[in-house]
């Protein structure tokens, strides 16, 4: 069984910086696709950045120039680096590692832009 957890939320203000991590308790980076969607209060989860085996990165408008997705493959972890934040970027953020059929998804962190 394959497990994610996420750290790195918190309280920032706008225009600040928060980095995301998400961890996985092996390695998965040579067949998985990752991304990282969120959820706004009384919204539906979106896609923010995902980036595939190959490498190739796909961004959100709403995120794009502010945010980079990357891995660190020997250590298992998904970052999502996080700039220029505004207050309409409040969210529960998810990390998500996808091979069909297997989906799996991390717990969520909570990001609050404000100021």
């Known amino acids: 069984q394959v497990q994610l957890v996420e750290s790195g939320g918190g309280v920032v203000q706008p225009g600040g910086s928060l980095r995301l991590s998400c961890a996985a308790t092996?390695?998965?980076?040579?067949?998985?696709?990752e991304a990282w969607y969120r959820q706004a209060p009384g919204g539906v989860r979106g896609l923010v950045a995902a980036i595939t085996p190959g490498d190739n990165i796909n961004y959100a408008d709403a995120v794009k120039g502010r945010f980079t997705i990357s891995r660190d493959i020997a250590k298992n972890t998904l970052y999502l680096q996080m700039s220029a934040l505004k207050p309409e970027d409040t969210a529960v953020y998810f990390c998500n590692f996808h091979n069909e059929p297997n989906d799996y998804w991390g717990q969520g962190t909570l990001v609050t832009v404000s100021s």
């Open positions: 092996r390695n998965m980076f040579d067949i998985y696709s």
